[in-house]
């Protein structure tokens, strides 16, 4: 069953009020695509994923190429979609705003605004800076007249995994300011779950975002530790991307095992004739 963009919406803001769930992250119309077919409840895009797709590293993909990303992702499935909007794509709030005005014409359910200084990769807007545009966005999103999950996000553990307490400070601000979600990624990263359940309690009762990148804590510890959503970012772009890799660099030698460890053909064709 088709459902309106309204309806997507507003199930995404549900999946956010209780209980736990993973948000895959695609790269493409395929992936997302397969995704769905798996069976999971909502999608969220990644800056890296999409841009090693065009041949770029992160951060290198521009804004309109984002914006068009994001409506073919949506177009191409019935689940909500989170975006990457990476830093908004300007530095000062007016800017922000602006650009989450046309991410949320994309069609996208929720959207993700970083603290990060877009010129200068290593860099972090200060609290005061960051909750300024976090305020930006809410108003613009709040303008708009439509349901869109707002993420807060700082990086600084990305940099400084030991930075856990300047972290939830953010956090709480960005929570003031109007995000409805927050995310650090990073966080139990050190194998510290001591920090995740710290920076839910801290932004409680609204919801937090752990990005998940390989073993070492399981989905059921994070949702009793109190985490309402799980992503795992570019990790699956890396997984496909390493597979190839590994693959072609074996094709180089005159190698052609690893070509059994593809996925079928007439199983994929299967998965999108479903779509057509």
Known sequence: MTRSNAEKRAAFRAL???????????????SARL??????????????GYAWTMGHPDYK???????????MIFKATELPINADFESGFAADPEGVADNVKLAIKTGVAGLSIEDREISSPFGLYDTKRSVERIKAARKAIDESGEDVVLVGRTEGLLSDPSAINPAI????????????????????????????????????PKPVNVLVRGPGISFAELRDLGVRRISVGGALALVGWGAVRTAALELKDGKFERLVDAARSGEMNDVFSKFD
């Open 35 to 48: 995704f769905q077919h798996l069976g999971f409840s909502a999608l969220a895009t990644t800056s890296t």
């Open 61 to 71: 993909v521009t804004r309109d190429a984002v914006l068009e990303h994001l409506t």
């Open 16 to 30: 956010h009020k209780e209980g736990c769930f993973v948000l895959p992250n695609p790269w493409d119309v395929g």
């Open 169 to 204: 400070d953010k956090l709480v601000a960005l929570a003031d300011a109007g995000a409805d979600c927050l995310y650090a990624p990073g966080v139990g990263m050190t194998g510290k779950k001591e920090d995740i359940a710290a920076m839910v309690k801290a932004v409680a």
